[in-house]
């Protein structure tokens, strides 16, 4: 189950590594935007914004066992190029066995908090029903977000992002059957798209467990096997943490963006700012994938001293990702109405929409960069760098922008759109100074291997 990505073409390598990653993460990304396009159709622009909402919560949720399974996928990229099986066996054991954990306690938090969380963050009164519906459903199913992630960041450390990119694809497939039933038939709104996700993600866990088992995977999956050994937890949280946060911390800005829609616009507003979020994040997959796609090659060939192949990957998917995304920002620039009408027909709704992407949509000529260097400091263990970007792109610079040309200068949610590129490019400017710096060349998880 194992691939080295220490040797060969280095471009192959990415290729082939890149396109299961990328084609997993569209379809993944599909989950929420299959929701918000049948229930923007089918229920409304009060349900398409409770499950924009509700969505959103979920999401820093998520972001957080991300975040930490970015520590294990470095660890066990990094003892599949030092060929260190032992290691590999126990930071397996120590991901698997924590992450479901985690997610029983986050599920019982954010259930016993959900009405103060919606509160806090100005829900509309015309949507704080379904968004409750949509967040209490899919908190349920949280422990399978986290399962399946643990999973696929082991597969993809060992250099395996086809078998991921199988499981979600079937998932996917079986959330929209569920959703036009659950939403289109029986009429259950963002109760029913969040019942669907739910089923589906569950589905994609136990694929990922049942291929592992008969494949002969070096964990057996067995009760006395789920062990925590401590050095490896400890390197997990030492690598994992800083992303950890730094998700966390891009997630929580998202909802205070949300809160300064909220504070400019409707509920149509909050729906618009919900279909242009869904198509973003369809947009920014190809990135997001080059970009753990180079942290995976990374971490491998940093572990077997091989800085010039770990630089090779990075310079060829910034290109790659840099192209695709300078059509995507076309695509936005030329058809906004007509993406956001996809989402729903209400005119006001498509005005917002189409405000919010001619000014967020420059982001995507930015973010190549970002990302693709933070794939490569990422493999090398530098998380807590990472970590220092992500709170000056999300908090310290992206939502007082958005505030400040939203609201303060009353440019609405095209002022709002302006904050994401702002921040972009802020932190490429810190970024490059680390390059520069050549600090990023120490391993920081050089201790592990």
Same mark, same amino acid.
């Given at each position: 189950m194992k691939t080295d990505l220490t040797q060969g073409s280095v471009l192959k390598k990415l290729t082939l590594f890149a396109l299961p990653f990328l084609a997993s993460n569209i379809v993944q990304s599909l989950y929420n935007v299959a929701d918000m396009l049948i229930v923007g159709n089918f229920s409304g622009a009060a349900s398409m914004s409770?499950? =924009?909402?509700g969505g959103q919560i979920v999401f820093i949720l998520t972001n957080i066992v991300i975040g930490l399974c970015v520590?294990?996928?470095v660890l066990i990229g990094q003892y599949v190029g030092a060929k260190n099986d032992d290691k590999l066996h126990k930071v397996t054991s120590t991901l698997l066995t924590m992450l479901p954990i985690a997610g029983l306690g986050f599920t019982v938090i954010a259930l016993i908090f959900r009405m103060p969380i919606l509160a806090l963050i100005k829900t509309p009164p015309e949507s704080l029903a379904e968004s409750e519906r949509y967040l209490s459903v899919t908190l349920t199913g949280l422990v399978f977000i986290f399962g399946y992630n643990a999973l696929a960041a082991?597969?993809?450390?060992?250099?395996n992002s086809k078998s991921p990119f199988y499981f979600v694809m079937i998932a996917c497939g079986t959330n929209i059957a569920l959703d036009l039933l659950f939403v289109a038939v029986f009429g259950w709104g963002a109760f029913g798209a969040a019942l669907a996700t739910?089923?589906?993600q569950g589905l994609s866990m136990v694929l990922?467990?049942?291929y592992m088992v008969k494949n002969n995977f070096h964990f057996d999956f067995k009760l006395s096997s789920f062990k925590i050994y401590k050095d490896q937890l400890a390197m997990i949280f030492k690598?994992?943490?800083?992303?950890c946060l730094s998700n966390s911390i891009v997630s929580i800005s998202f909802l205070f963006v949300t809160v300064v829609v909220n504070m400019v616009g409707s509920v149509n507003g909050s729906a618009a700012v919900g279909a242009a979020g869904k198509f973003n994040s369809f947009a920014f997959m190809p990135v997001m994938a080059i970009s753990a796609s180079i942290s995976a090659m990374s971490a491998q060939n940093?572990?077997? =001293?091989r800085l010039d192949r770990a630089v090779k990957a990075c310079r060829i998917g910034t290109v790659f990702s840099f192209i695709i995304m300078a059509v995507f920002f076309g695509i936005v620039q030329l058809f906004p109405s007509q993406i956001i009408r996809m989402f729903g027909s209400d005119p006001e709704m498509i005005s917002y929409g189409v405000a919010y992407f001619r000014s967020f949509s420059f982001d995507f000529l930015v973010v190549p960069f970002v990302f693709c260097i933070n794939g490569l400091l990422i493999g090398g263990g530098h998380t807590f760098f990472t970590l220092i970007n992500s709170m000056l792109s999300s908090v310290l610079l992206r939502v007082p922008i958005c505030w400040f040309f939203g609201v303060y200068l009353d440019w609405g949610l095209f002022g709002i759109g302006m904050g994401a590129p702002v921040a972009s490019a802020g932190v490429l400017l810190v970024i490059t100074g680390y390059l520069?710096?050549?600090k990023w060349k120490i391993n920081k998880a050089q201790n592990a291997v």
């Open positions: 409770g499950v =924009n909402i520590g294990g996928t082991i597969l993809r450390g060992m250099g739910v089923i589906s990922c467990i049942v690598i994992g943490l800083p992303s940093i572990g077997a =001293n520069l710096s050549g």
